[in-house]
């Protein structure tokens, strides 16, 4: 059974900051690494996909992924207030997505 | 991405009743959507695969008799509440496989009175 993990946090960081939200996963059959961004009573959208090994960059974004350590995570940079929201990885190896319960992020002004 | 719509975006309804929630693929045809279903505070939930011109694939611990799913032509799949009750009070929401990657619907909030 996949699983994937995520601190629930709340995870504070002052506006201006890097946030660093991390997963990990117990799937080594797994091909395709998502972040998706829920705002309180929306729906996730996408914004980045993973396939392989190192970073990917998207403005403000960078996913790392480290198949060897089952290990993705999500930078962003210079944080704003609007960044807050809850953090959805998710993966997929050829099935449907499999999804984290969510880190919660907190940017403060 | 794809564009993915949701009606109705929120709905009340009295326990007993059956709701029919639909989602559509606006700019391409999809044979596959995914349900899922969202209580508060926790993730995602898949319920079921809704596959065009064949039956839905229902997700272990889903009731498909009370979940009805119908993927009525390669742009619509519709997901029906049957006899809702309070416990099925949640945000249902659909998705579509586009490439590597799968877009959400704007959800639909169902609560049950």
């Known amino acids: 059974q996949k699983e994937v993990e995520q601190n629930s946090g709340p995870l504070s960081v002052p506006e201006g900051a890097i946030a660093s939200l991390n997963c990990t996963y117990s799937?080594?059959?797994?091909?395709?690494f998502f972040w998706y961004r829920q705002y309180s009573g929306k729906s996730p959208e996408l914004i980045m996909s993973i396939y392989s090994n190192g970073d990917k960059e998207d403005g403000r974004f960078t996913a790392q992924l480290n198949k060897a350590s089952q290990y993705v995570s999500l930078l962003i940079r210079d944080s704003q207030p609007s960044d807050s929201a809850t953090y959805l990885c998710a993966l997929t190896g050829n099935t449907p997505l499999v999804f984290g319960k969510g880190t919660r992020l907190s940017v403060i002004a | 991405g794809a564009v993915v719509s949701q009606h109705p975006s929120r709905v009340i309804c009295k326990s007993g009743t059956s709701v029919k929630i639909e989602c559509r693929s606006l700019?391409?045809?999809?044979?596959?959507m995914f349900w899922y279903r969202q209580f508060p505070k926790q993730s995602l939930m898949l319920m079921a695969t809704s596959n065009e011109g064949s039956k839905a694939t229902y997700e272990q611990g889903v009731e498909k008799d009370k979940f009805l799913i119908n993927h009525a032509s390669l742009t619509l799949s519709t997901l029906t509440v049957t006899s809702a009750h309070p416990e099925d009070s949640s945000f249902y929401i659909c998705s579509v496989p586009y490439g590597t990657e799968q877009f959400f619907g704007p959800g639909t909030r169902l609560t049950v009175l």
């Open positions: 700019d391409f045809q999809a044979t596959t």
């Open positions: 799937d080594r059959g797994s091909q395709s």
